[in-house]
């Protein structure tokens, strides 16, 4: 037999018993008080029906394995970025010990490109 699923009520474990007719039944474990669902008996086959929970836990997968998915293809990108960041910077040391004049002019240009880069977000930033 299958786990019995958690109460649909309150999620406490279910109770199996065999009821007066002699009938296997299956209710939630939790006194009256607590939970009406303990007033009444299941079929076992019937408590276990769960549709929209199956359907939500059927999404529920698909989407954790869409985040894993993302989460996999984020690394893959952060690892080719610090790849192509390690080469600019060996491009750049090479410069630097070849002629340091030009490696100057490069970072200036740089600098002066991010600035630029830096005042086109800004706009963008107060509209939001
Ligand atoms: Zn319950």
Redo the contacts with the bound molecule.
Sequence with gaps: MQELK???????DASVFTNKYGQEVVT???NLH?????LVQFAVLSWQIRPIEDALQTKLDQLRADNQALVEQMNENAKTMQRFLEVQKAAFLRLLEWNPGIAQDFVVLLTLDIEKGNSHEKPDSKSN
């Design positions: 958690k109460c649909p009520l309150c999620n406490s939630c474990s939790e607590e939970c009406p669902i303990s």
